[in-house]
């Protein structure tokens, strides 16, 4: 790997290393990622060089499971169907892709689109975002566990807690304020479905994940990955599970998304229009009796979680 040619220089300066000030200095501008590349750097900083054993990645020969949601809310025949693939997906990925969802492409693309207007204004209009008060109902900053991680993602990211109590919305950003509001409502709207068929999935009336209010809580969050000089020693994001309910991610057209299956790392090709569904770890833990599958994340654009 390429991240091994990097070893004699840490060796040489790891007595001079401190990485805590490093974090401190880097988290101090305020400016995440995004700054690093927009002031020209040409090395990345020692803080987001991975260990080299985590950059080796499989691509074997899976076929991810797609489900069509079309038909589920009004025919009773393909709603069985639909569940039943569900139910496998669940059981053996703990991931699926769903099209046919209902959120029209326009909205995913300008979703898409806001992001980007957000993460590539001044800096200066970031940066009233920034915190690292996790209680606020949006938090921008880089790496959520930046003094907390074994190595920084070359990663920015903003969370907006859409539901049940969302911001007011002259507390979003202007540039991406609407696309926000219209996403959040086509997010919680299929939440409620994959909810239903869950329940079935699971041999429980369709409303007992509602009832137990898994559709009332929504968080948003956008990440944002910079062109990076060095891509061979570094990762967007670092093994993970999620511990909400269920995530509806949004990949953009570049991908970078890969699951854990059978002790090997598959990559999710972006599909035009789908949308991926990620069982986190309530889900498992409360409901599913460990029946569904919950296998780790490698990198994502912008996930919706349900909670």
């Known amino acids: 790997m390429a991240a091994a040619s990097t070893q004699p220089q840490q060796n040489e300066c790891s007595a001079a290393y401190d990485r805590l000030a490093e974090l401190k200095a880097f988290d101090e501008t305020k400016a995440g990622v995004k700054g690093l590349v927009d002031a020209g750097v040409t090395q990345i900083p020692r803080i987001f060089q991975a260990p080299p054993h985590l950059l080796d990645t499989d691509d074997p020969n899976f076929s991810f499971p797609i489900i069509d949601l079309e038909g589920a809310d009004r025919d009773p025949a393909k709603r069985k169907q639909i569940v039943e693939k569900i139910r496998d997906a669940s059981a053996n990925w703990g991931f699926f892709q769903v099209v046919n969802h209902g959120i029209p492409e326009t909205v995913l693309e300008e979703m898409k689109a806001g992001v980007h207007r957000f993460y590539e204004q001044d800096v200066e209009l970031k940066k009233q975002f920034y915190t690292r008060d996790n209680k606020r109902k949006i938090v921008h900053n880089s790496n959520f566990d930046l003094f907390s991680g074994a190595f920084t993602n070359w990663r920015d990211t903003t969370l907006y807690r859409m539901a049940p109590d969302p911001p007011a919305p002259q507390e979003l950003p202007a540039c991406c304020r609407e696309i926000l509001k219209e996403y959040s409502e086509g997010v919680l ?10 329940s079935e999935a699971l041999g429980l009336r369709s409303s007992h994940l509602k009832e137990l209010n898994c559709t009332k809580g929504l968080q948003v969050l956008c ?7 060095q891509p061979e020693l570094t990762l967007g994001a670092c093994k993970h599970e999620d511990n909400d309910f269920i995530t509806v991610l949004l990949q953009d057209h570049i991908g970078g998304l890969q699951v854990l299956h059978r002790n090997q790392w598959v990559d999710v090709p972006p599909l035009p ?5 990620n069982l986190g770890d309530l889900l498992q833990a409360s409901f599913s009796n460990s029946n569904y599958a919950i296998f780790l994340v490698s990198c994502d654009f912008v996930c919706s979680e349900l909670e």
Not at 223 to 229: D, G, I, N, R, V
Not at 273 to 277: D, G, K, R, S
């Open 223 to 229: 990440h944002y990955y910079p062109a990076c000089p």
């Open 273 to 277: 229009a789908a949308l991926v569904v």
């Open 189 to 198: 709207k299929l939440g409620e479905l994959l909810f239903q068929l869950l």
